[in-house]
């Protein structure tokens, strides 16, 4: 009876134990969590912005000679149209390879930003992904409007589906912009998503 009541209070005392431990592991490892997840998410925030800080002036430029190179592009069309000299081939080449330029420079500084040492856990590697995906679908708009462009013709074998295409693209683009622009602030990335282009 006795040897009953120790070997019950034995047991009592080792799940009591067991209990414990498993309470302080699971505290413990909760309290690491955060405090890593107070740490990477800073640090990858820090890197992020070390990223648009450098790369963001390029980007902003080439999308400046975007709306340029349209609007130009327009103009010269409306001339023409009303018995001035006719768009060249070279001038809708010049005007493709700046819509080209702008899909690189964005594609660049997208790949530094998904390329950087991130945490695995929380949603963070998904509000990258995010960021990321929506900045290549800009990025993919642009390179679609350039790959229009150049392949426009000037004079009388000037098309109006060609024209069509490239505007299309660089409207997609455009409204594309607030979303990925989001997802930045969301991230915490304002160098660049507190300067969005003009």
Request: glycine share 8%.
């Amino acid at each position: 009876m006795d040897e009953d009541r120790a070997r019950s209070s034995i047991a009592q005392r080792t799940r009591e134990h067991i209990g414990w431990w498993l309470a302080a592991g699971a505290a413990i490892a909760g309290i690491s969590a955060l405090l890593i997840s107070m740490t990477w998410p800073a640090e990858w925030r820090d890197n992020a912005n070390s990223v648009c800080d450098k790369m963001w002036p390029k980007y902003s430029t080439a999308l400046t000679e975007v709306e340029i190179a349209a609007r130009e592009m327009i103009e010269k069309e409306e001339a023409a149209e009303k018995g001035g000299s006719p768009v060249r081939d070279a001038d809708y080449q010049a005007a493709g390879r700046i819509f080209q330029a702008a899909a690189s420079s964005l594609s660049e500084m997208l790949g530094e930003i998904r390329d950087l040492e991130r945490p695995m856990w929380g949603n963070l590697d998904s509000q990258v992904e995010t960021a990321v995906d929506r900045g290549s679908a800009i990025a993919r708009s642009f390179s679609s409007a350039g790959q229009a462009q150049v392949k426009q013709k000037g004079g009388d074998a000037w098309s109006k589906e060609v024209d069509g295409e490239v505007g299309e693209h660089l409207e997609d683009a455009k409204k594309r912009m607030p979303a990925w622009l989001k997802s930045l602030a969301a991230l915490k990335v304002d160098q660049c998503s507190s300067r969005p282009p003009d």
